[in-house]
């Protein structure tokens, strides 16, 4: 089975840096795009990055523009988010998702990581 596992997170003051991990593992014949959410304590999931399939289109939530990046070393390869100056409002579960066609003939299925914390204190 494809199995996705962040990692990265940590506790940081208001204006540092992290980076998180995203590693796929498992019978991958094809990935699609790579995904970052958060969930803030008491708050709904919300998108927070996108790298496409051919890891040359990203998109960002406004909140973060300009300070995250989305990397991929190769579409099969881990995902990464660059985060700099980190605001406390950034404190959040962050999980990835990646899409994923396990043979040529079967559809690409979306699967989520299990979530690093970030922490952001001010």
């Known amino acids: 089975q494809v199995v996705l596992v962040e990692s990265g997170g940590g506790a940081v003051q208001a204006g540092g840096s992290l980076r998180l991990s995203c590693a796929t593992s498992?019978?991958?014949?094809?990935?699609?795009?790579l995904f970052w959410y958060r969930r803030a304590p008491g708050k709904e999931r919300e998108f927070v990055a996108s790298?496409?399939?051919?890891?040359?289109?990203?998109d960002y939530a406004d909140s973060v523009k300009g300070r995250f990046t989305v990397l991929r070393d190769d579409p099969l390869g881990t995902g990464y988010l660059h985060m700099y100056n980190l605001k406390p409002e950034g404190t959040a579960a962050y999980y990835c998702k990646q899409e994923v066609a396990t043979t040529e003939s079967d559809p690409y299925r979306q699967y989520w990581g299990q979530g690093t914390q970030v922490t952001v204190s001010s």
């Open positions: 790298i496409d399939y051919k890891n040359q289109i990203t």
């Open positions: 498992g019978p991958i014949w094809s990935a699609g795009g």
